[in-house]
């Protein structure tokens, strides 16, 4: 079936170092990618998305990167601080009349002082 | 805020009663959803709602009955739960056709079913 992953269920780093969090989607009809940033006793708060005709998107501090052939998407969160420390989940999404949208299971991001 | 409000936070019932998780958004959004959230699994999508008509139930217990009397408020009714039905209710609305930007959510109901 249909699924959508990540690689590392927690990852540490130290505040000031570049994160890295990986995804894995199966869907490669799937056109329309989210990362969602979800803080203890929050509902998830949008970051940064990226449409399959592109490979990398950038924010603030944050990039998003698509590899279509692979079927990865990263996101990579520049000089971690504190508050980013939380679950962060990808989404891909399919157009069907409205996007439909299938979330991996989220990685943990503890940012050490 | 985010422009989507959960009411109550949290909620502890019981295996007989009954309630209801309120879902309100100030977006001008037309599609809303119901999602559950449970330790160490995905988002689970349990109802779509557009333009007010029910466009998808995942399969969902009867047990859970949705209500969405306007494009603005979504409810959640809960009779006859299960403790396995404890988790994290997450309301979510979006702006469906055209260019879509995902979800914004609420922040969530905590339900313990006791």
């Known amino acids: 079936g249909e699924s959508v992953g990540l690689h590392l269920p927690t990852l540490s780093v130290q505040e000031g170092d570049n994160s890295i969090i990986n995804c894995a989607y199966s869907n490669s009809a799937s056109d329309y990618f989210i990362w969602y940033k979800q803080e203890s006793g929050k509902g998830p708060q949008f970051i940064i998305d990226i449409r399959s005709n592109m490979d990398k998107r950038q924010g603030q501090r944050v990039t998003v990167l698509l590899n279509k052939t692979v079927k990865h998407l990263s996101l990579q969160i520049a000089a971690t601080q504190p508050g980013d420390s939380a679950v962060y989940f990808c989404a891909e999404g399919v157009h069907s009349g409205t996007y439909k949208y299938i979330f991996g299971t989220g990685t943990r991001l503890k940012v050490l002082a | 805020e985010t422009g989507v409000t959960q009411t109550p936070r949290h909620l502890v019932m019981g295996m007989t009663n009954k309630k209801s998780l309120k879902c309100e958004q100030h977006l001008g959004h037309n599609a809303m959803y119901w999602y559950k959230q449970s330790a160490k699994k995905p988002l689970e999508l349990m109802f779509v709602?557009?333009?007010?008509?029910?466009?998808e139930n995942n399969s969902v217990p009867s047990r859970f009955s949705p209500e969405c009397p306007n494009s603005s408020h979504l409810f959640l009714h809960l009779h006859t739960l299960q403790p396995e039905d404890s988790a994290l209710y997450l309301c979510a609305s979006s702006q469906s056709g055209g260019a879509n930007y995902g979800y914004t959510f609420g922040s969530g109901t905590r339900l313990t079913v006791v």
């Open positions: 709602y557009n333009f007010k008509e029910q466009t």
